[in-house]
């Protein structure tokens, strides 16, 4: 442990906790808690957003990912930046007028039932945890690296200050340690880039034949990780889809005044994000070249190191310490908001909604909601104590597969399917979710006969994210629900209610509001 890398978090924190403190003085009222009072910019959402999606894994684990597995390793990378296409002409608007707080609020503006609210809530807090262990994984890696303290205490560091974020400042604070995190990753990724980029004569085929050249022209063609062809197109498809049925950034469209805002965000949201993916070729490779297979595996078996130990050998302590400093202020940034988004569905959809009937004052609302905070919190520090041997790629493109195969499919039917009914909605939610659960937990990532996954055996699964069999399931599920189910509303009373919905969905404007 050293004074620069002290002086770099310690600034790092007291900037995040400075934001925190201005926003909890504007942190009154529910709307202020969950969703800053809708009053974000296309610009400052759009940061927020990138600063939501660049996560651990993104800065971490693909940099690691593309050191270790060259070309496979960006696959991540490509899936990342095409997923914002989605979000921009399918889901960004509809979301944003439909909507409140959560994805619940959305489904229930057409389907008013609480089991339709309580198996979604389920799911955002499935998600929630499963994309929150992988900041915590992150985290315990970094941080360990750079003090040497015990991995635990490292992720109960991060969890505590992370929970601070939320309890006190809400969607507020969130949102500006996530824009000021974006503009760090992005000054301190392509200073990185730049750097690598310079030992190579600022000549791109050089590096490429180098690379080809001292490690093996198979890092710059597929097929060293995903050996599969089923397995690639299973990933992108995870990743491509999964972003449409996060919680956490489907939440942003609703801290924005209205759909044109909203679609700026994610305008602003791509190109930072394509960006920031460009860039990680450079962290990668330089990281393979210049630090080595043998030392990335050595400090961390799952490669999350790999940018860490890249910036140490091109800049020193000084630069190892600035780099880890950001890691660690995005870690802070992502999970901050997965807990806000893990709260709001237990406080206001489970709690507010199914228990109390929506019957509580402004007051009530912001207690449960940090409440929900406390307890989302500590869930995802005990698991992630638990899982420190897997890549966190690996974890946030299932927590993508979960997205894609339980959300997505319920947003699409119910924004553009007429005859979709509520059974079609718990149907496709729950089959999504169970699918995907299951079929990972029968995979190569938890069963390894070489002991590199959490269990020594053969997986039963051949798909590192079994996304290609669990999102079409999802689906399925979805139409054969509705079409099998005994539903009592009338084709006529259906077909009033979706009218009125494809209005809402692409104007705001709700009907019944005018026509009275």
Same mark, same amino acid.
């Given at each position: 442990?050293? /004074?620069?890398?002290?002086?770099?978090?310690?600034?790092?924190?007291?900037?995040?906790?400075i934001?925190?403190?201005?926003?909890?003085?504007?942190?009154?009222?529910? =709307?202020?808690?969950?969703?800053?009072?809708?009053?974000?910019?296309?610009?400052?959402?759009?940061?927020?957003?990138?600063?939501?999606?660049?996560?651990? +894994?993104?800065?971490?684990?693909?940099?690691? +990912?593309?050191?270790?597995?060259?070309f496979?390793?960006?696959?991540?990378?490509?899936? !990342?930046?095409?997923?914002?296409?989605?979000?921009?002409?399918?889901?960004?608007?509809?979301?944003?007028?439909?909507? #409140?707080?959560?994805?619940?609020?959305?489904?229930?503006?057409?389907?008013n039932?609480?089991?339709? #609210?309580?198996?979604?809530?389920?799911?955002?807090?499935?998600?929630?945890?499963?994309?929150?262990?992988?900041?915590?994984?992150?985290?315990?890696?970094?941080?360990?690296?750079?003090?040497?303290i015990? *991995?635990?205490? %490292?992720?109960?560091?991060?969890?505590?200050?992370?929970?601070?974020?939320?309890?006190?400042?809400?969607?507020?604070?969130?949102?500006?340690?996530?824009?000021?995190?974006?503009?760090?990753?992005?000054?301190?990724?392509?200073? @990185?880039?730049?750097?690598?980029f310079?030992?190579?004569?600022?000549?791109?085929?050089?590096?490429?034949?180098?690379?080809?050249?001292?490690?093996?022209?198979?890092?710059?063609?597929?097929?060293?990780?995903?050996?599969?062809?089923?397995?690639?197109?299973?990933?992108m498809?995870?990743?491509?889809?999964?972003?449409?049925?996060?919680?956490?950034?489907?939440?942003?469209?609703?801290?924005?005044?209205?759909?044109?805002?909203?679609?700026?965000?994610?305008? !602003?949201?791509?190109?930072?994000?394509?960006?920031f993916?460009? @860039?990680?070729?450079?962290? &990668?490779?330089?990281?393979?070249?210049?630090?080595?297979?043998?030392?990335?595996?050595?400090?961390?078996?799952?490669?999350?190191?790999?940018?860490?130990?890249?910036?140490?050998?091109?800049? &020193?302590?000084?630069?190892?310490?600035?780099?880890?400093?950001?890691?660690?202020?995005?870690?802070?940034?992502?999970?901050?908001?997965?807990?806000?988004t893990?709260?709001?569905?237990?406080?206001?959809?489970? !709690?507010?909604?199914? @228990?109390?009937?929506?019957?509580?004052?402004?007051?009530?609302?912001?207690?449960?909601?940090?409440?929900?905070?406390?307890?989302?919190?500590?869930?995802?520090?005990?698991?992630?104590?638990?899982?420190?041997?897997?890549?966190? =790629?690996f974890?946030?493109?299932?927590?993508?597969?979960?997205?894609?195969?339980?959300?997505?499919?319920?947003?699409?039917?119910?924004? *553009?399917?007429? $005859?979709?009914?509520?059974?079609?909605?718990?149907?496709?939610?729950?089959?999504?979710?169970?699918?995907?659960?299951?079929? &990972?937990?029968?995979?190569?990532?938890?069963?390894?006969?070489?002991?590199?996954?959490?269990?020594?055996?053969?997986?039963?699964?051949?798909?590192?994210?079994?996304?290609?069999?669990?999102?079409? /399931?999802?689906?399925? %599920?979805?139409? /054969? &629900?509705?079409?099998?189910?005994?539903?009592?509303?009338?084709?006529?009373?259906?077909e009033?209610?979706?009218?009125?919905?494809?209005? $809402?969905?692409?104007?705001?404007?709700?009907?019944?509001?005018?026509?009275?």
């Amino acid at each position: 442990m050293n /004074l620069v890398s002290i002086g770099f978090f310690l600034g790092i924190v007291g900037l995040t906790l400075i934001v925190t403190y201005i926003a909890a003085k504007r942190t009154s009222s529910a =709307s202020d808690f969950y969703t800053a009072g809708g009053g974000l910019t296309g610009w400052q959402n759009g940061f927020a957003i990138a600063g939501d999606y660049l996560s651990a +894994a993104a800065f971490l684990g693909v940099s690691g +990912a593309i050191a270790l597995t060259g070309f496979d390793g960006f696959f991540f990378s490509v899936g !990342y930046v095409v997923a914002n296409l989605v979000l921009l002409y399918v889901i960004a608007e509809p979301m944003r007028n439909l909507g #409140r707080y959560t994805l619940a609020d959305m489904l229930t503006a057409r389907f008013n039932e609480k089991r339709i #609210r309580g198996v979604a809530a389920t799911g955002t807090i499935i998600i929630v945890i499963f994309y929150m262990i992988a900041q915590l994984v992150g985290a315990g890696a970094l941080i360990k690296l750079l003090f040497g303290i015990e *991995y635990w205490i %490292a992720v109960l560091i991060v969890g505590v200050m992370m929970t601070t974020y939320v309890l006190f400042g809400g969607m507020t604070a969130t949102s500006w340690v996530q824009i000021i995190k974006a503009g760090l990753l992005l000054f301190g990724t392509g200073l @990185l880039a730049v750097l690598v980029f310079y030992k190579f004569d600022f000549n791109l085929v050089k590096m490429f034949d180098t690379i080809a050249a001292d490690h093996g022209k198979e890092y710059l063609v597929p097929g060293m990780k995903y050996t599969s062809t089923i397995d690639s197109v299973s990933m992108m498809m995870a990743l491509v889809l999964g972003t449409s049925g996060l919680p956490h950034i489907l939440m942003r469209f609703f801290t924005v005044k209205d759909a044109k805002t909203a679609r700026t965000s994610i305008s !602003y949201a791509t190109w930072i994000t394509a960006i920031f993916f460009s @860039l990680t070729i450079f962290l &990668g490779f330089g990281a393979m070249h210049f630090v080595g297979f043998d030392a990335i595996k050595a400090s961390s078996a799952a490669g999350n190191t790999a940018a860490p130990l890249l910036a140490e050998f091109l800049g &020193g302590n000084i630069l190892l310490s600035f780099i880890s400093a950001v890691a660690f202020a995005t870690i802070l940034a992502v999970v901050s908001g997965l807990v806000l988004t893990g709260a709001s569905a237990i406080s206001h959809d489970i !709690y507010g909604e199914i @228990l109390k009937d929506g019957k509580l004052t402004e007051k009530q609302q912001v207690m449960a909601a940090r409440l929900g905070s406390i307890s989302i919190a500590v869930i995802s520090i005990i698991l992630a104590l638990f899982a420190q041997s897997l890549n966190v =790629s690996f974890l946030v493109s299932f927590a993508f597969c979960l997205g894609a195969s339980a959300n997505l499919p319920v947003i699409l039917y119910t924004i *553009y399917w007429k $005859k979709f009914n509520s059974t079609g909605v718990v149907a496709a939610i729950v089959t999504g979710l169970v699918s995907c659960l299951v079929l &990972g937990a029968l995979g190569p990532n938890i069963w390894s006969e070489t002991g590199s996954a959490i269990f020594v055996g053969k997986p039963l699964v051949n798909l590192s994210v079994p996304a290609i069999i669990t999102i079409p /399931l999802g689906f399925i %599920a979805g139409y /054969l &629900g509705t079409i099998l189910s005994s539903n009592k509303q009338t084709a006529k009373e259906s077909e009033a209610v979706f009218k009125e919905i494809r209005v $809402k969905a692409n104007t705001g404007i709700s009907v019944s509001d005018v026509s009275h």
